[in-house]
T-cell receptor
Framework: SAVISQKPSRDICQRGTSLTIQCQVDSQVTMMFWYRQQPGQSLTLIATANQGSEATYESGFVIDKFPISRPNLTFSTLTVSNMSPEDSSIYLC??????????????FGPGTRLTVL | AQKVTQAQTEISVVEKEDVTLDCVYETRDTTYYLFWYKQPPSGELVFLIRRNSFDEQNEISGRYSWNFQKSTSSFNFTITASQVVDSAVYFCALSEVQGAQKLVFGQGTRLTINP
């Protein structure tokens, strides 16, 4: 499996500010995804982070609110923009296709626990 | 559209009891993957198993076993001789084989094992 790290692990932010979350993998991966887990809820896919191109967003999520970057095969960032208390969630990155193989086994980072006041 | 239903919101059992977590799914795809993940109180998501839709054999891994029945679109998870460390939220998930392989998660079942 891959070693996945996320920064920050948790943060408390003020309404109206933005936070960028980093996801770093110790090996090259084909796919990277960003999920949101609202308090007491299941995980919902925000977007697929595409290397070298714009992310693919799921219904209900837009680039202006959740801009995503993926400059290479081991790193991605998710920004939560103009935050409101409703954005308080755990944000998780996941990866698939470790070193080009092992399709359809997704591994998750430890998550970033965000609280917006 | 794909959908995963975990009807049991919470389960509480006494240690050493066996417990089964139910998962029912919907998909129009003929090929797909099914997953189970464990989320302990610390919050990280731990991969437990992946099952290809072509493989209906049941699987056993230590105290864990999985029963995949395509005829009823179910992929149930059983923990035998449960332990306190098994306490967690368990998620069942589904992904397509082609395309982006994004995961569709069920709502999760919170399992509490009491000593």
């Amino acid at each position: 499996s891959a070693v996945i790290s996320q920064k920050p692990s948790r943060d408390i932010c003020q309404r109206g500010t933005s936070l960028t979350i980093q996801c770093q993998v110790d090996s090259q991966v084909t796919m990277m995804f960003w999920y949101r887990q609202q308090p007491g809820q299941s995980l919902t896919l925000i977007a697929t982070a595409n290397q070298g191109s714009e992310a693919t967003y799921e219904s209900g999520f837009v680039i202006d609110k959740f801009p995503i970057s993926r400059p290479n095969l081991t790193f991605s960032t998710l920004t939560v923009s103009n935050m409101s208390p409703e954005d308080s969630s755990i944000y998780l990155c996941s990866v698939e296709g470790l070193n080009g193989v092992e399709w359809n086994e997704q591994f998750f980072g430890p998550g970033t626990r965000l609280t917006v006041l | 559209a794909q959908k995963v239903t975990q009807a049991q919101t919470e389960i509480s059992v006494v240690e050493k009891e066996d417990v089964t977590l139910d998962c029912v799914y919907e998909t129009r795809d003929t090929t797909y993957y099914l997953f189970w993940y464990k989320q302990p109180p610390s919050g990280e998501l731990v991969f437990l198993i992946r099952r290809n839709s072509f493989d209906e054999q049941n699987e056993i891994s230590g105290r864990y076993s999985w029963n995949f029945q395509k005829s009823t679109s179910s992929f149930n998870f059983t923990i035998t001789a449960s332990q306190v460390v098994d306490s967690a939220v368990y998620f069942c998930a589904l992904s397509e084989v082609q395309g982006a392989q994004k995961l569709v998660f069920g709502q999760g079942t919170r399992l509490t094992i009491n000593p």
